[in-house]
């Protein structure tokens, strides 16, 4: 393990580190100021699905205290905040009246971070889709891709002249895999038609509001966020290599493809594509040139072959982690490799912008001693996977900045308040924050920059 002043003497100068959240995880204040509800509100208030039926009403009730929160932000000694912006806040029914007080909230935070010198990285879509387009269909109905433009469009009018980045949507897969094709999130979908539409639809969502935005403020850098996953094989036999190769393109190539180069996977067509109703010019509009792209990584993937699946395009089953293997409190293999062999991997595949990483950390729910609480596990994984960036930046890979997730404790979506990614831990009864050993070793990382 390297000290954090070696650590940070792999960075250049103007590497930009952060942390990050998102506004269904942390603001509380669900039917405040005219916010409108949205499908995590009702998904989360149906029996079982929810771990103990918790949801964002309350949060980290960052909507009451956001200013002392950007102090604490401040006080980490990073140079940049990534958040996002709930639709619903803005436009209580995902499209029509703006809710002014929605607008008025992301102005006072956004002058609070800038007046604290921070830079200012918000994602317009983290999950949070306005329950009434829902109604509609949501992202399985080919007009939420016009209505999140036209949310896009109010956003930046009113907001970007002070954003110094902004991401279209977050973590597409979890958007229509995870939420759509396995049921896990919400709208709690397990439906094979529904899911391929979404993925389309979704897309093109992001390519009309990379469009809006431009039209608004042409010189607003602009990205989206994926969380790609690096694939291996289980074993080294011909049928598990096959294997990985068709997970990598049902799973990353199928957003990857037609961002980058305007072309879904062969595979993913002749699977999916009747299903997905694509239309001449959809691939125009959704591979827009951008600015940046953002990865989220966690762990790796490893798959074996499996010819009895019915449900899962790639006839491809993960293997669970085995034996001596680290894994952290949410069962997920600890393995920094996979990052930097993934960035090389994709940059190696696509021509792609510069990449920050957007989202990076790791479950540990270490509680409070003494009123210290000593995440080491926490320390460890952000020490090897920022050696792994580092490697990555080595090889080529143009990482131009790092977000680690997350700043606090908060409501882990299916998983509720069970889960703790946090450097930065939260008391739920009390909302006091505290700062725990990782938060200290990140700070001790920037302070020897």
């Known amino acids: 393990m390297a000290s954090p002043k070696d650590l940070a003497q792999r960075f250049p ?18 039917d405040e100021d005219g916010r409108g509800r949205s499908i995590w509100d009702a998904f989360s208030k149906m029996p079982g699905r929810v771990f ?68 200012v990285y918000p994602t317009l879509y983290h ?30 009018r009113r907001l970007g002249d002070r954003m110094d ?10 958007i229509c895999h995870l939420s759509h094709l396995y049921g896990i999130h919400a709208p709690g979908e397990q439906n094979r038609a529904a ?65 980058f180069e305007g072309a879904y996977p062969q595979e993913v067509l002749e699977d999916l594509g009747a299903a997905m ?6 691939l125009e509009t959704i591979r827009q040139p951008l600015d940046w792209w953002g990865l989220n990584y966690y762990t790796p993937w490893r798959v074996r072959e499996e010819a009895d699946l019915d449900a899962d395009y790639p006839q491809a089953a993960a293997v669970p982690p085995k034996g001596d293997v680290p894994v952290t409190d949410i069962g997920w293999e600890v393995d920094a490799t996979g990052l930097s062999d993934l960035l090389k991997d994709l940059h190696g595949r696509y021509t792609l912008p510069d990449c920050y990483i957007t989202e ?7 509680e409070p001693v003494n009123g210290v609480i000593k995440d080491q596990r926490r320390i460890d994984y952000l020490d090897g996977h920022f050696g792994a960036v580092a490697d990555a930046r080595d090889a080529g890979v143009p990482v131009k900045g790092y977000f680690l997730w997350s700043l606090m404790d908060n ?39």
């Open 13 to 30: 100068e103007d590497f930009l580190f952060g942390v990050a959240t998102a506004a269904y995880q942390i603001e509380g204040a669900a």
């Open 52 to 119: 103990e039926g918790h949801s964002g009403d309350m949060a980290c009730d960052h909507y009451h205290r956001w200013e002392s929160d950007l102090d604490l932000i401040r006080d980490l000694g990073v140079g940049a905040y990534r958040f996002s912006i709930a639709w619903p806040r803005i436009l209580p029914d995902g499209r029509g009246k703006v809710n002014e007080k929605g607008l008025d909230f992301y102005d006072r935070l956004i002058d609070g971070l800038v007046g604290r010198g921070l830079k």
């Open 127 to 156: 999950w949070d889709l306005p329950l009434t387009l829902a109604g509609y269909g949501g992202w399985t109905a080919r007009d939420t891709a016009e209505a999140f433009a036209d949310y896009t469009e109010i956003v930046v």
């Open 165 to 174: 980045a902004l991401a279209t949507i977050n973590e597409p897969w979890c």
């Open 195 to 259: 899911f391929a539409v979404a993925v389309h639809t979704l897309n093109r969502a992001h390519g009309l509001s990379v469009q809006a935005a431009r039209a608004v403020k042409p010189d607003l850098p602009m990205g989206i966020v994926l969380n790609a996953y690096s694939i291996y094989p289980a074993t080294d036999t011909p049928e598990d290599r096959l294997a990985a190769q068709r997970a990598f393109q049902f799973h990353n190539g199928i957003y990857f493809g037609p961002l």
């Open 277 to 282: 109703d694509i239309r001449a010019g959809d």
């Open 360 to 366: 990076n950390g790791a479950c540990y729910n270490d």
């Open 411 to 449: 409501f882990e979506w299916a998983e509720g308040y069970r889960m703790r990614f946090g450097i930065v831990h939260v008391n739920y009864e009390t909302q006091v924050r505290t700062l725990k050993a990782s938060a200290h070793w990140y700070m001790d990382l920037l302070a020897a920059r």
